[in-house]
């Protein structure tokens, strides 16, 4: 298998959008307890990696495996776009979950049991998410599953590792994490509320009901404007609770932008042509909201 199908299958040209994460959790811990940095971190970066394309490959072994369309099946799917046999994705995904998992448990080894419990956590959605009698691709909780994984979690381990042996891990901590890292969970909630909007059609074809098809195309774009609206509020409202640096206000700028950025898709939901859009627009609060929290985290601690 070349890297550039590697690239495709485990959707390798996604994985910086896990740094952010990372790098978010890091500028929480900096700003909250002054620890912005611990070597654990380092571990994770690799384990969330490997992790991110083990799954990929996986999910796509199994989308194709489950495909009820034989368009899809025959067209659609990367495993016979590029004409891969059963046997040689299913050996390519072994070989990055064994990786992973042994990684995974050079950090559990160097941390402790919440570790290891937010990551069988992560491997379980992840193997749940295409697989099973009812995988939750093909459920209305499609969408929430993996934006609670991917907004919340990743940067919560990242700032529990950061600051890991200086504090424990309490309610009220939990609290004021879940509020900073709020907008990423409504990016990545719309990310593939979008991408099923796009994809409905051919998700009704393959047993797919997810939350676009209980809600209809309609009432998820209105949502997706909702939540669009709700990213930029949640941020004015961790300023407010003292849970993000007074700088990331600077952040409201970017409002009007990102619904100029999404207008043509409010209009159509194509997956080849405004899908991106959506991609795009939410990126500048993905992309944008870590890097300036972390600018204020240590602009506060100097």
Not at 127 to 154: C, D, H, K, Q, W
Not at 200 to 221: A, F, M, P, Q
């Amino acid at each position: 298998m070349t890297f550039k199908i590697l690239w495709e299958l485990g959707e390798i040209y996604t994985t910086p959008l896990d740094w952010f994460l990372v790098l978010l959790g890091m500028a929480y811990s900096g700003y909250a307890q002054g620890n912005f940095f611990n070597w654990r971190i380092l571990i994770f970066l690799i384990v969330l990696f490997l992790y991110h394309i083990t799954m990929n490959v996986f999910n796509n072994y199994m989308d194709y495996q489950n495909a009820k369309d034989d368009h899809y099946k025959k067209q659609t799917s990367t495993v016979s776009k590029w004409n891969l046999s059963l046997k040689t994705v299913k050996r390519t995904f072994l070989f990055f979950l064994f990786i992973s998992l042994f990684f995974g448990a050079i950090l559990v080894f160097s941390t402790d049991g919440l570790v290891l419990i937010l990551g069988l956590v992560g491997y379980y959605v992840g193997f749940g998410y295409s697989y099973g009698r009812r995988p939750i691709n093909s459920l209305p909780i499609a969408e929430t599953i993996p934006a609670v994984l991917s907004g919340f979690m990743i940067p919560i381990i990242s700032a529990y590792l950061a600051n890991y042996g200086e504090s424990s891990l309490t309610l009220h901590s939990l609290w004021g994490m879940l509020m900073a890292f709020m907008p990423m969970f409504f990016c990545m909630f719309n990310n593939l509320l979008a991408n099923n909007t796009c994809d409905l059609e051919e998700d009704i074809k393959n047993g797919r009901k997810t939350l676009v098809y209980s809600i209809g195309k309609k009432n998820s774009v209105l949502l997706l404007i909702l939540l669009t609206c709700l990213s930029y509020v949640s941020i004015l409202v961790a300023v407010y609770l003292k849970q993000a640096p007074v700088l990331t206000l600077g952040m409201i700028l970017l409002f009007p932008v990102t619904l100029k950025v999404l207008r043509p898709y409010f209009k159509q939901q194509i997956k080849k042509q405004t899908f991106p859009l959506v991609l795009k627009g939410m990126s500048l609060i993905m992309l944008g909201y870590p890097v300036v929290y972390f600018m204020g985290s240590f602009i506060n601690q100097q």
